[in-house]
């Protein structure tokens, strides 16, 4: 089954730039989406078809996706960006789907 | 606007089913092609989807999960149902059911806030 790795963690000073990796093997050949998940709370869309922001997203948001990585980009960070984010890829065929999602990288605002 | 909640038991005993409701607005299954899917978290842990249904009643599930779950819906309540049975300490999770607008969109654009399943004897 596919596998996507992220990096446990990132940290980032209030005002600077995030950036999330998410790695997959051929992943530029897919579709990357991207959550935002905060303590308690169901996960957020932010991104989708690797830089399609959602309504309602900031466009400090920005999203890539090439050769084995994609990336999730958070600019002027924000304290109220602070949380685990997630991404997600769609593998398999129509009749046996799976929605694979990464494992999780938390981002710390300093 | 879109919104889902997930309700269940907090605690259920190692073998027993798990019955799960998903009630939601802001669209309906008379509308073609949405889906609701289930996705858990465990404690700690990543996001795993167990589950599809489209609203034609197709339905979709993880092959790990085959042989334990199944996903119903009910239109006219505008409700989904994920039975899961034969529960153990692993399937100790959050269940987060979420709404997919039309297929080809392989993502979740709405997810409720979630559901706490411990199995525990």
């Known amino acids: 089954s596919y596998v996507l790795t992220q990096p446990p963690s990132v940290s980032v000073a209030p005002g600077k730039t995030a950036r999330i990796t998410c790695g997959g093997n051929?992943?530029?050949?897919?579709?990357v989406h991207w959550y935002q998940q905060k303590p308690g709370q169901g996960p957020v869309l932010v991104m989708y078809?690797?830089?399609d922001r959602p309504s309602g997203i900031p466009e400090r948001f920005s999203g890539s996706n090439s050769g084995n990585t994609a990336t999730l980009t958070i600019s002027r960070v924000e304290a109220a960006d602070e949380a685990v984010y997630y991404c997600?890829?769609?593998?398999?065929?129509?009749?046996?789907?799976?929605?694979?999602f990464g494992g999780g990288t938390t981002v710390t605002v300093l | 606007q879109i919104t889902l909640k997930e309700s269940g038991p907090p605690l259920v005993k190692p073998t027993q089913t798990l019955t799960l409701t998903c009630t939601f607005s802001g669209f309906s299954f008379d509308t073609s092609e949405v889906a609701v899917a289930w996705i858990r978290q465990p404690p700690g842990k990543a996001l795993e989807w167990l589950a599809l249904i489209y609203w034609d009643d197709d339905q979709r599930y993880t092959p790990a999960m085959r042989t334990r779950v199944t996903m119903t819906k009910d239109t006219p309540k505008n409700q989904v149902v994920l039975q899961m049975t034969n529960v153990a300490p692993m399937d100790t999770a959050t269940y987060y059911c979420a709404y997919q607008a039309k297929v080809g969109m392989r993502w979740f654009d709405t997810w409720g806030q979630g559901t706490l399943v411990t199995v525990s004897s």
């Open positions: 997600q890829v769609w593998d398999g065929t129509r009749d046996q789907p799976e929605y694979v």
């Open positions: 078809f690797d830089d």
């Open positions: 051929n992943l530029g050949d897919k579709n």
